[in-house]
């Protein structure tokens, strides 16, 4: 599991290399990269930074994963959650940041 | 490297749960001591809680008293626990708690305002966030002075007394000399000491934080500081593949762990953190694998709250349902155990502390995950003992100087992350010994490989094997500060499998199946094992201290602390 950076998009704002717990995303030539894509812990805290939604998150096939690729976007309270299915189909998933977990 | 020297009067090391708490405390209860939080990340997302967390795990609900959190987890531990810190830690869990909605954390309450609970000892939260909750708060303190990516590698101790630590800057490359009138440290517990469950691609995906790398232990077990029950390793039943958390699914919606064939397992093996692993591992050796969490059946309004849970803490679980496309009504959630994590908050392993959260040295505190004797602190444990430890560093402190940390100690460490960096390029790199190790550990010293179990002659050869590969690592090579950063990564977490592998030996008994099983000695031994088996590295060898259990009602303090 890891994450890809579209480059085109990437403003080279910081954001995401700020704030990765395992420092492993680095700024180069004005472009976010991420220099140990193996050591990804898959917390997603770098794609929920990212103004541009250029920062996406996968599931690896060792553990299952089938392609599909995972932003977030964020407006007041709502953090939707993005899931690219390889097929083109997108699964939002709605998180109401004010509203507690059921279970 | 540029050197630079740094004086405070309370150094933290490591801007986690922990340590965020302690700074917020200091600054509440004594505003004019000036501290600095040293983190290797950054403290927004840092550590175990970077993803988010699910539940408040640790509360003391409504008709519940203190006491009884402490008898749960003397049960759960099966007597190995220090009752004084496990008392001292729930009595703030409260508090505690109250004070994290109040920096913003979404706690679920009914109509009347009262906390939901789950069970006995849970509160329902939205946890996404609580990480950047606790870092906004610490970041607004004016005598706190956080400095991100920092990674510190060293204490420097005196007569043992701490005067504070040295470390380096991975993005700047600046090496710190660090003084300080006391230190916590709270650089949470170790990951990565054995082969995970996905070594390939996704070896990163394990449960505790793969950046957690033992750094506080090594520290204080280079310096010379006990510690407690080591051997008592955490092992995680979770989701497979994602290594999700499964407290939702078995409190949550009440799934059972079922074998293959359907059948309710867990009342077999009985219901301690450790026999529900251990109960998973022998279903499978005996061929009633896989087994699962019983979801199968539940309600469509349940599949949808599990997906958002899921992804308020652990949003790959969420993904592998929406990919699979089979929700957990429809499948039962597949688990195993994970590679054994050293974790104080979960079991006891770490510090040996007095219920001030003193270490063996004086002015060091620990806190959180790095401190031993008092497991199940989970999150509000952990911002209980942050506030324990600072308040007493805080109280130490009064009428201290800053003690001297001399250019030529400063030069010692300084050479030694130099020496990395400039070196001729060895034939093998941190990765390939960190491989090794990870290898080393799984086959000899009770990883998955042979279903966590052990016998002394594996452990002897383990050691063996990790003392060479700390004199292979002694010429490792280092590109970059990040580089430099993963060198010291690897030697912290072999000083820990040394130590670990010690405590295992000594605890000549079995006690907890899965967390320390020795075949050798495959039953408990209450006669010589109702004791506390401690550490300490004398003159360069690990030496053994058993200590006796601290009774109920007792209050542990450090008597016979040498300085
Ligand atoms: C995935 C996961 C889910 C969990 N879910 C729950 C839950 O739902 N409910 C609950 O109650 N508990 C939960 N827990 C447990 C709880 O989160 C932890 O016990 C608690 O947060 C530990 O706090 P800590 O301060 O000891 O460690 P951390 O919060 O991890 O802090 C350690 C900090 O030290 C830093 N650090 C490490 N080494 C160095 C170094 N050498 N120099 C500088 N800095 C360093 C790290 O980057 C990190 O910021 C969960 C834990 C994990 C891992
Ligand atoms: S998902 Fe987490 S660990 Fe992985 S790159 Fe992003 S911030 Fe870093
Ligand atoms: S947050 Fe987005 S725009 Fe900013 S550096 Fe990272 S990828 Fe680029």
Redesign the interface.
Same mark, same amino acid.
């Given at each position: 599991m890891s994450i890809m950076i579209d480059s085109i998009k990437c403003v080279g704002c910081g954001k995401c290399a700020a704030v990765c717990p395992g420092s492993l995303i680095r700024i180069e030539e004005k472009k976010a990269v991420i220099k140990y894509p193996k050591d990804c812990w898959g917390c997603t805290s770098c794609i929920k930074e990212c103004p541009v939604h250029a920062v996406k998150f996968y599931l690896g096939a060792d553990i299952g994963g089938q392609g599909s690729l995972v932003h977030t976007e964020e407006s007041g309270d709502i953090l939707r959650w993005l899931i690219e299915h390889p097929d083109g189909r997108v699964t939002e998933i709605d998180i109401n940041r004010k509203e507690s977990n059921k279970y | 490297m540029k050197s630079e020297k740094l004086t405070t009067d309370i150094l933290i090391i490591g801007g986690g749960t922990s340590g965020c708490y302690g700074a917020l405390t200091i600054a509440e209860s004594f505003p004019d001591v000036k501290v600095l939080i040293c983190e290797?990340?950054?403290i927004?997302?840092?550590?175990c809680l970077?993803?988010g967390v699910?539940?408040l795990n640790a509360y003391i609900t409504e008709g519940r008293k203190p006491q009884d959190y402490v008898d749960y987890a003397r049960k759960d531990a099966d007597g190995i626990v220090r009752g004084d810190l496990l008392l001292t830690m729930s009595e703030l869990l409260n508090e505690v708690t109250e004070r994290l909605e109040k920096l913003g954390l979404?706690?679920?309450k009914d109509e009347n305002g009262k906390y939901?609970t789950?069970g006995n000892r849970n509160l329902?939260?939205?946890?996404?966030?609580i990480k950047p909750i606790l870092a906004d708060a610490v970041n607004a303190l004016p005598n706190v002075t956080v400095m991100?990516?920092v990674n510190i590698t060293d204490f420097s101790v005196s007569d043992n007394v701490i005067k504070g630590a040295f470390g380096f800057g991975?993005?700047s490359g600046i090496f710190y000399t660090i003084e300080a009138k006391a230190v916590i440290v709270a650089t949470g517990g170790a990951a990565g000491l054995y082969k995970p469950n =996905?070594p390939?691609? /996704?070896?990163?995906?394990?449960w505790y934080?793969?950046?957690n790398t033992g750094a506080g232990y090594a520290m204080g077990i280079k310096s010379g500081a006990e510690m407690t029950t080591l051997e008592m390793r955490f092992i995680a039943l979770r989701c497979k593949?994602?290594i999700a958390p499964t407290g939702?699914l078995a409190?949550?919606?009440g799934a059972k762990q079922v074998n293959s064939l359907g059948e309710v397992y867990e009342t077999k093996y009985g219901l301690t953190t450790s026999q529900r692993v251990y109960g998973t591992v022998m279903e499978n050796i005996e061929g009633r694998g896989p087994c699962y969490l019983r979801t199968e059946g539940i309600t469509p309004e349940?599949d949808e709250?599990?997906?958002?849970?899921y992804? =308020?803490m652990a949003? /790959?679980q969420?993904?592998?349902w929406?990919?699979?496309g089979k929700m957990p009504s429809q499948q039962n959630v597949e688990i195993e155990g994970t590679e054994p994590y050293i974790v104080g908050g979960h079991t006891a392993g770490g510090y040996w502390v007095d219920t001030n959260r003193q270490t063996t040295i004086t002015g060091l505190y620990a806190a959180g995950d790095v401190s031993g004797g008092c497991p199940q602190k989970y999150v509000t444990g952990a911002l209980a003992e942050g506030k324990i430890a600072a308040l007493a560093a805080a109280e130490y402190i009064s009428g201290r100087t800053v003690p001297e940390i001399t250019e030529s100690e400063t030069a010692v460490y300084l050479s030694e992350a130099e020496k990395y960096l400039s070196g001729p390029k060895p034939r093998f790199t941190y990765e390939q010994l960190e491989e090794a190790m990870q290898t080393v550990m799984d086959s000899y010293a009770g990883g998955i490989k042979t279903n966590y179990r052990f016998n002394e002659k594996q452990l002897t050869l383990a050691d063996e094997k990790i003392l060479m590969l700390m004199k292979l690592s002694d010429d490792l090579h280092a590109e970059s500060f990040?580089e430099l950063m993963f060198i010291y990564e690897l030697r912290e977490r072999l000083i820990v499998c040394r130590s670990l592998i010690a405590h295992l030996k000594a605890r000549k008994e079995t006690r907890w199946h899965s967390f320390a099983e020795n075949l050798d000695y495959p039953d408990r031994d209450d006669k010589n094992f109702s004791c506390y088996v401690n550490s300490k590295l004398v003159d360069g060898e690990i030496k053994i201290i058993k200590r006796e259990l601290v009774g109920e009602g007792q209050i542990y303090e450090h008597n016979d602390r040498q300085h």
């Open positions: - | 290797k990340a950054n927004k997302r840092s550590g970077a993803a699910n539940a979404v706690i679920l939901v789950r329902k939260i939205n946890g996404e966030n991100n990516r991975i993005d =996905n390939g691609f /996704s070896r990163h995906k394990m934080p793969p950046f593949d994602t939702t409190q949550g919606v349940q709250s599990l997906l958002k849970a992804l =308020n949003p /790959s969420t993904i592998k929406i990919e699979s990040h």
